[in-house]
């Protein structure tokens, strides 16, 4: 079955890059509809961080817009996202997610990571 | 501050029925289609409703959606303790050109 898998380095320090990977298990990333980054600071609701579709377009939240990129690596079947210039508000669980099955256009995950802890601190 | 407003927790007794509301504007419920997960601490969040009121294969169908206007409501029927999680709304804000959730709602099954 289809399996996503966040990994991350647990430890940022401010105004560094932060680096996830998301490796996608059973499945071909050059498939599916897109996948997205999701992110949840210590006891707040979810943020949508961005997408990337096969194709190698992306959306992005546009109050993350200046500092994310994502990436996709068919190679390794892994799935990338940076984070530029983090502060303490970058502190969050991080989710890899995708919507494998096209249809209509509308805005949904049908299958997600577990997360990947990320602190951000001196 | 989240873009869609939802209680911060409801509760019910087994066997019982709850709702759960997410609350937005013409520019994202409004306009967009719902969906709704389940999350346990710890676990991946669980697609429960897509297109408004639309069940995944495998979700069963004591859970249900809807929608009217700027609102949407997600149904729980049978509440099961196993049923105890943080449930999140999401759609997309056409103003915002930006997918936004609601601040989870913890149902706590008594």
């Known amino acids: 079955q289809v399996q996503l898998r966040e990994s991350g380095p647990g430890l940022v320090k401010p105004s560094e890059t932060l680096s996830l990977t998301c490796i996608v298990s059973?499945?071909?990333?050059?498939?599916?509809?897109?996948w997205g980054w999701i992110r949840q600071p210590p006891g707040k609701g979810l943020e949508w961080i961005g997408s990337?579709?096969?194709?190698?377009?992306?959306y992005y939240n546009p109050s993350l817009k200046s500092r994310v990129t994502s990436s996709l690596d068919t190679s390794k079947n892994q799935v990338s996202l940076k984070v530029y210039s983090v502060t303490a508000a970058d502190t969050a669980l991080y989710y890899c997610?995708?919507?494998?099955?096209?249809?209509?256009?509308?805005?949904?995950?049908?299958?997600w990571g577990r997360g990947t802890l990320v602190t951000v601190s001196s | 501050q989240s873009v869609l407003t939802q209680p911060p927790s409801v509760s019910a007794a087994p066997g019982q029925k709850v709702t759960i509301s997410c609350s937005g504007s013409?520019?994202?419920?409004?306009?967009?289609?719902v969906s709704w997960y389940q999350h346990l601490p710890g676990t991946a969040p669980k697609l429960l409703i897509y297109d408004n009121n639309e069940r995944p294969s495998g979700i069963p169908d004591r859970f249900s959606g809807s929608k009217s206007g700027t609102s949407a409501t997600l149904g729980i029927t049978g509440l099961q303790t196993g049923d105890e999680a943080d449930y999140y709304c999401?759609?997309?804000?056409?103003?915002?050109?930006?997918?936004?959730f609601g601040g989870g709602t913890k149902l706590t099954v008594l």
């Open positions: 997610a995708t919507r494998l099955v096209a249809g209509s256009g509308s805005w949904y995950f049908d299958l």
């Open positions: 990337i579709y096969p194709s190698g377009g992306t």
């Open positions: 059973a499945y071909s990333i050059s498939s599916g509809y897109y």
């Open positions: 999401g759609t997309w804000d056409s103003s915002l050109s930006s997918g936004v």
């Open positions: 013409s520019s994202n419920i409004g306009n967009n289609y």
